[in-house]
């Protein structure tokens, strides 16, 4: 089984090279699917759940209320949001499927599987202005504002990688490559990373 | 023309990639080739120059001379073999042959060949076995002491590379991939970074 894991900084273009990744080499992919993972298993909804893990942080998350099967309000707190959200990237390794995972850790989470861990990068300038051509409706950051808002989330990631690991979230030895997408458009980088991934699993597999 | 640039940590491998990259490309490679060059233009010795441009960094060569053609002893200052090296380094790109450098801030002074830029990076731990593992005899460096040396060198490249660019030194998004060797032989690595490189000129030339 082969196991690609992207970390990235927000605006890189790291969700989309997995995605164009996962459609090249055929591998499964597990991004959003996770969150819809932990939200079924919580009951917890998942639009929230997205929100507060992508933009607060585990430290910030606010305790929660599920329902349980019962339909009785239950607590759940940021360890078992986390707890869940291990189980259920460890299900999909014990699927066995090739597959990439956005995030999350998986990376540090799946460590015995010997994953293939990338990390994307670009300058800010190349953030902001992705950022800001995707934008959802009604969202009218300035470049400022989106700055702000890219530094914050990348905080809040980087923190999240310091509880459960001592490797820093970002740095070039945390992974096995670092892609930097500046100046480039994704479609552009992906034949070169899906050559480097398909060699990397035939020539590096110990 | 294809040209890769490689930068690197002392002890990460780097060399070692470039050289192997080089035969499996068939590109030419240029590393001590350079400081060659170098002493060839300027009359000094090689040996000392390479030690001076290594150890030292650029704010701390001391001022050296070498002999003119009449057999005259000549000043030479730092930012004269600056400039000779940036000559060497662009009378190469001139020749118009695919090849790989190492080093020397290439990626920087070639900037307009559009070469694919790579840093290689390994964590402290790997960078000291690698180093003393390699030590040339009646060296016999303590790690501690060993870690020392890499620290020094790799503070004189950031700092030689402040100089002549606003780029960051060892920071991914001052290159195009980064490639953490940490825990591999750098022969496991070559055929994923090749294929890396074949597919980068394949697919990105603009």
Same sequence: chains 1, 2.
Avoid at 32 to 45: P, Q, V, W
Avoid at 155 to 168: F, H, L, P, Q
Wanted: aromatic share 8%; proline share 3%; hydrophobic share 35%.
């Amino acid at each position: 089984m082969k196991i690609i894991t992207i970390s990235r900084e927000f605006g890189s273009g790291g969700r989309e090279l997995g995605k164009r990744l996962s459609d090249v080499l055929g591998f499964d992919y597990y991004d959003k699917e996770i969150i819809t993972g932990i939200a079924k298993n919580t009951g917890m909804d998942e639009k929230y759940l997205d929100q507060m893990l992508d933009t607060h942080g585990w430290r910030n998350i606010p305790m929660m209320y599920h329902h349980s099967f019962a339909g009785m309000a239950m607590p759940v707190n940021q360890t078992e949001i986390m707890m869940e959200q291990k189980n259920v990237i460890e299900q999909i390794a014990k699927a066995g499927k090739d597959c990439i995972i956005v995030g999350r850790n998986a990376d540090i989470l799946l460590e015995e599987y010997h994953p293939f861990t990338m990390f994307v990068c670009a300058d800010m300038e190349s953030k902001i202005k992705r950022c800001l051509e995707r934008a959802p409706e009604g969202e009218n950051h300035t470049p400022k504002e989106m700055e702000r808002k890219i530094h914050q989330i990348d905080k809040n990631r980087a923190r999240t990688r310091e509880i459960i690991s001592d490797s820093e979230w970002g740095a070039a030895s945390s992974y096995n490559i670092t892609v930097n997408t500046s100046g480039w458009e994704i479609k552009e980088l992906v034949p070169s990373v899906a050559a480097f991934a398909q060699c990397w699993f035939e020539h590096t597999q110990k």
